[in-house]
T-cell receptor, first 115, second 108 residues
Framework: EPEVTQTPSHQVTQMGQEVILRCVPI?????FYWYRQILGQKVEFLVS????????KSEIFDDQFSVERPDGSNFTLKIRSTKLEDSAMYFC?????????????FGPGTRLTVL | GQQVMQIPQYQHVQEGEDFTTYCNSS?????IQWYKQRPGGHPVFLIQ?????EVKKQKRLTFQFGEAKKNSSLHITATQTTDVGTYFC????????FGAGTILRVKS
């Protein structure tokens, strides 16, 4: 069964450094998402992406964050200057359609630790 | 903005007992989705409810969507140790908003 993959599984970085988290969505999916889950807390929506554009973003997704689909398979989340509070699990998800009834499939996540 | 509340935060049951988690949205939802996250894992889609008053079953799991499409519940009959994890509801208004989740622990 096709699945979303994410790399790396764990990233440790120093405060102020840039990080890029990578995702390979399911191949025929058209809509891509990033979510964040701080340890012990709920999953929070960051951004949705379709047709090479951000379709929606949350208040968490400020100017420090950016997303890109650099080629036909990867979908990346960049944090320009990491802060301690960026430490969290970051989940990528994809769906075939962007409609409200479309199922989103989550990747295994990248655990980001900012020191 | 849209808020999704979920209770209880935590439930510890004896194996064989039933379990229920409740979800309530501040706004009417187009649909509600339920996910399970095992400890250390990622959210795994369980089911989606779309219609007002809808009830769906998956083996020992029963999912309900309220008539007003603002609340939902997940009921597990006769819990097993394999049911442990965090159950999240996610309300779909104009984007997916997750509840805080209910952590289920099952004591054998």
């Amino acid at each position: 069964e096709p699945e979303v993959t994410q790399t790396p599984s764990h990233q440790v970085t120093q405060m102020g450094q840039e990080v890029i988290l990578r995702c390979v969505p399911i191949s025929n999916h058209l809509y891509f998402y990033w979510y964040r889950q701080i340890l012990g807390q709920k999953v929070e929506f960051l951004v949705s992406f379709y047709n090479n554009e951000i379709s929606e973003k949350s208040e968490i997704f400020d100017d420090q964050f950016s997303v890109e689909r650099p080629d036909g398979s990867n979908f990346t989340l960049k944090i320009r200057s990491t802060k301690l509070e960026d430490s969290a699990m970051y989940f990528c998800a994809s769906s075939y359609g962007g409609g409200r009834t479309d199922t989103q499939y989550f990747g295994p996540g990248t655990r980001l630790t900012v020191l | 903005g849209q808020q999704v509340m979920q209770i209880p935060q935590y439930q510890h049951v004896q194996e064989g007992e039933d379990f229920t988690t409740y979800c309530n949205s501040s706004t009417t939802l187009s649909n509600i989705q339920w996910y399970k996250q095992r400890p250390g894992g990622h959210p795994v889609f369980l089911i989606q409810l779309v219609k007002s008053g809808e009830v769906k079953k998956q083996k020992r799991l029963t999912f309900q969507f309220g008539e007003a499409k603002k609340n939902s519940s997940l009921h597990i009959t006769a819990t097993q140790t394999t049911d442990v994890g965090t159950y999240f509801c996610a309300g779909n208004g104009n984007k997916l908003v997750f509840g805080a989740g209910t952590i289920l622990r099952v004591k054998s």
